[in-house]
């Protein structure tokens, strides 16, 4: 991302950068596939059977069905947290599961990950939230502040920079979360449950904002149990029943 020359940033500098980063996700948005996948946990519970799938670049995909359907894993072995028992996990035209070592760490960098739990670090306030992945990839400092505004603009925290987790509402800390996740401006973003713990409006804001990064050319995979939230928007939709797949 081209580097903003004025330290304090204008309102017009911010939304320059959106632009920017726009071009910068559509450059690189992903394709997602699973071909024939099974996975089976060693305790036997089987969580995929044979699934198949395919996510276009710049796809807004729901992937909705009943608790313990298999949705989280699904999302775990796009980003090689779990390895398929059989078939292959394709994602930009790599096979998850052949990653290794930097590879995989290459990978995960370049996919947003949101979950329903928020996994906020309370001991440190939101911009440090935000931009600790930032500086353990090694960014400069000068990188990470010129990152941090447009994204806390984007989610609605410019004014909460300072709080602390405790210090914010469920909705606000989802999206903290969510900045988190899109700071490094990933091509990929996958949302585990994100409104899982939110009312209706907050629900919609998070999906709201998931969808502004799609229109930035992002791909989206977002699991969900919200019926009606999944029918306000008009987006294709995967159900998971019994670890199989289908297009609805
Ligand atoms: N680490 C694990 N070890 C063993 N079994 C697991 C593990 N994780 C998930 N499972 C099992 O795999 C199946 C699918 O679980 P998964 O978490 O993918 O479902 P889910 O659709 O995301 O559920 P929920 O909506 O409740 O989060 C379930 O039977 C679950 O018990």
Same mark, same amino acid.
């Given at each position: 991302?081209?580097?903003?020359?004025?330290?304090?940033?204008?309102?017009?500098?911010?939304?320059?950068?959106?632009?920017?980063?726009?071009?910068?996700?559509?450059?690189?948005?992903?394709?997602?596939?699973?071909?024939?996948?099974?996975?089976?946990?060693?305790?036997?519970?089987?969580?995929?059977?044979?699934?198949?799938?395919?996510?276009?670049?710049?796809?807004?995909?729901?992937?909705?069905?009943?608790?313990?359907?298999?949705?989280?894993?699904?999302?775990?072995?796009?980003?090689?947290?779990?390895? &398929?028992?059989?078939?292959?996990?394709?994602?930009?035209?790599?096979?998850?599961?052949?990653?290794?070592?930097?590879?995989?760490?290459?990978?995960?960098?370049?996919?947003?990950?949101?979950?329903?739990?928020?996994?906020?670090?309370?001991?440190?306030?939101?911009?440090?939230?935000?931009?600790?992945?930032?500086?353990?990839?090694?960014?400069?400092?000068?990188?990470?502040?010129?990152?941090?505004?447009?994204?806390?603009?984007?989610?609605?925290?410019?004014?909460?920079?300072?709080?602390? &987790?405790?210090?914010?509402?469920?909705?606000?800390?989802?999206?903290?979360?969510?900045?988190?996740?899109?700071?490094?401006?990933? &091509?990929?973003?996958?949302?585990?449950? &994100?409104?899982?713990?939110?009312?209706?409006?907050?629900?919609?804001?998070?999906?709201?904002?998931?969808?502004?990064?799609?229109?930035?050319?992002?791909?989206?995979?977002?699991?969900?149990?919200?019926?009606?939230?999944?029918?306000?928007?008009?987006?294709?939709?995967?159900?998971?029943?019994?670890?199989?797949?289908?297009?609805?």
């Amino acid at each position: 991302m081209p580097v903003l020359t004025s330290e304090v940033k204008t309102e017009k500098s911010v939304d320059k950068q959106h632009s920017e980063t726009q071009q910068h996700i559509s450059s690189n948005a992903k394709k997602v596939q699973l071909q024939s996948v099974t996975k089976t946990y060693s305790n036997g519970s089987h969580a995929l059977l044979n699934a198949n799938l395919e996510v276009k670049k710049g796809e807004f995909l729901f992937i909705t069905g009943p608790s313990g359907s298999g949705k989280s894993t699904l999302l775990k072995l796009l980003y090689g947290q779990e390895l &398929p028992t059989q078939g292959e996990v394709i994602v930009d035209e790599c096979n998850v599961a052949a990653l290794k070592g930097d590879r995989l760490s290459l990978l995960r960098r370049r996919i947003g990950i949101v979950f329903q739990d928020y996994k906020l670090i309370n001991q440190r306030t939101v911009a440090e939230n935000v931009t600790f992945v930032l500086q353990a990839q090694g960014y400069t400092r000068k990188e990470i502040q010129r990152r941090l505004e447009p994204t806390l603009k984007l989610v609605g925290l410019l004014n909460k920079a300072d709080c602390f &987790p405790d210090q914010l509402s469920g909705g606000e800390q989802q999206r903290v979360s969510i900045a988190r996740a899109i700071v490094s401006t990933p &091509p990929l973003l996958l949302a585990d449950e &994100p409104t899982g713990n939110l009312d209706p409006d907050n629900s919609w804001q998070v999906i709201q904002i998931l969808q502004k990064l799609n229109s930035f050319g992002a791909t989206v995979i977002v699991t969900t149990h919200d019926e009606q939230l999944v029918r306000r928007c008009n987006h294709p939709v995967v159900q998971v029943r019994n670890g199989r797949l289908f297009r609805k």
